[in-house]
């Protein structure tokens, strides 16, 4: 397994329903404020009259976003102890016997990949299931998805079969990290850095 692999995320049938976050988190078994994947919802718009009446221009749209073994990716190049690598295979992953904590990773990395446990005392992060991929098989959050929103496969494939975009609100700009992500994009989606939106749940992700 040499070629790069990466995410693609079908945010036009993304129903928000957290099936993937969940199934993560009992596959890893992560404590509650631990999420190694999160749902991102993006919404905006308002009422605008039109003659004697008022319409609206509301919108909104979900992307599940988990960590995007990135080409460039931001948390490695500040990681003081080299614990964050990128392996041989292309996956970004901390080697936890060697991480410190100092938490670095996980302000420099724009899509919050990398996760501090309390209980472990150190970073952890999605590393992709490494170990089911391995085997031929694919990461669990794929495999739970309902409406089979997400794939992961070589990073080539996906993007020749649905394109490069990935920059999509409120996701940083691709150019940042040059994340192995591919996006098909909900009828509404804003680009990247757009302002008429804004993240309508915070406190999830």
Same mark, same amino acid.
């Given at each position: 397994?040499?070629?790069?692999?990466?995410?693609?995320?079908? *945010?036009?049938?993304? /129903?928000?329903?957290? /099936?993937?976050? !969940?199934?993560?988190?009992?596959?890893?078994? &992560?404590? $509650?404020?631990?999420?190694?994947?999160?749902?991102?919802?993006?919404?905006?718009?308002?009422? #605008?009259?039109?003659?004697?009446?008022? +319409?609206?221009?509301?919108?909104?749209?979900?992307?599940?976003?988990?960590?995007?073994?990135?080409?460039?990716?931001?948390?490695?190049?500040?990681?003081? *102890? %080299?614990?964050?690598?990128?392996?041989?295979?292309?996956?970004?992953?901390?080697?936890? +016997? /060697?991480?410190?904590?100092?938490?670095?990773?996980?302000?420099?990395? $724009?899509?919050?990949?990398? #996760?501090? *446990?309390?209980?472990?005392?150190?970073?952890?992060?999605?590393?992709?299931?490494?170990?089911?991929? =391995?085997?031929? #098989? =694919?990461?669990?959050?794929?495999? *739970?998805?309902?409406?089979?929103? &997400?794939?992961?496969?070589?990073?080539?494939? !996906?993007?020749?079969?649905? %394109?490069? &975009?990935?920059?999509?609100?409120?996701? $940083?700009?691709?150019?940042? /990290?040059? $994340?192995?992500?591919?996006?098909?994009?909900? =009828?509404?989606?804003?680009?990247? %850095?757009?302002?008429?939106?804004? &993240?309508?749940?915070?406190?999830?992700?």
């Amino acid at each position: 397994m040499s070629e790069q692999y990466g995410f693609y995320i079908d *945010s036009d049938r993304c /129903t928000g329903c957290k /099936t993937c976050e !969940l199934a993560c988190k009992d596959y890893k078994d &992560l404590p $509650p404020d631990v999420n190694y994947r999160r749902i991102y919802e993006y919404a905006g718009g308002d009422w #605008q009259p039109n003659g004697n009446c008022w +319409q609206h221009n509301v919108f909104a749209y979900y992307l599940s976003i988990a960590c995007n073994h990135c080409d460039d990716p931001a948390c490695v190049k500040v990681c003081p *102890s %080299g614990a964050m690598h990128k392996n041989a295979d292309g996956f970004v992953m901390v080697d936890e +016997q /060697t991480c410190i904590g100092c938490r670095y990773c996980h302000m420099a990395c $724009p899509y919050d990949a990398p #996760q501090y *446990s309390v209980v472990k005392g150190h970073m952890t992060k999605c590393d992709g299931c490494y170990s089911r991929v =391995k085997a031929g #098989q =694919k990461p669990i959050c794929v495999e *739970s998805c309902p409406l089979r929103a &997400l794939d992961f496969a070589p990073i080539r494939e !996906l993007r020749q079969k649905y %394109g490069e &975009l990935a920059n999509v609100a409120p996701l $940083p700009a691709a150019r940042d /990290t040059q $994340p192995n992500l591919v996006i098909k994009p909900n =009828k509404n989606a804003r680009p990247s %850095g757009d302002s008429s939106g804004f &993240l309508a749940n915070p406190r999830e992700v």
